[in-house]
């Protein structure tokens, strides 16, 4: 059993700043990717930003240049450092991590998220 806490979400004004953080726990073999996920009201799901622990990371258009994304391998943290905020920006942001599991003789990636972090940007 794999879970996900996170922690720093919360109300900002437009041009602040937060810092999302994520700590994985439990049974984890091997990370692939750790990230974040973002959902606002009537919208999808979407990718915000992930990295890999060797430190390759991605970003979607939106915030490339204003946040930053990074993992701590040896506590199994990912941070996402958000600047530059914009009204636009709020919304729920999960955090998932995609694992490698061994299930008999084989290897199979399996997703882990979080339950959720509310990010609000108002004046």
């Known amino acids: 059993q794999v879970q996900l806490v996170e922690s720093g979400g919360g109300l900002v004004q437009p041009g602040g700043s937060l810092r999302l953080s994520c700590a994985a726990s439990g049974s984890i073999f091997s990370i692939i990717t750790m990230g974040w996920y973002r959902q606002a009201p009537g919208k999808q799901r979407e990718l915000v930003a992930d990295t890999t622990s060797r430190g390759s990371t991605n970003y979607a258009d939106s915030v490339k240049g204003r946040f930053t994304i990074s993992m701590d391998n040896a506590k199994n943290t990912v941070h996402l450092q958000m600047n530059s905020l914009v009204p636009e920006d709020t919304a729920v942001y999960y955090c998932?991590?995609?694992?490698?599991?061994?299930?008999?003789?084989?290897?199979?990636?399996?997703?882990?998220w979080g339950q959720g972090t509310l990010v609000t940007v108002s004046s």
């Open positions: 998932n991590m995609n694992h490698a599991v061994v299930v008999g003789s084989e290897l199979r990636a399996l997703d882990a």
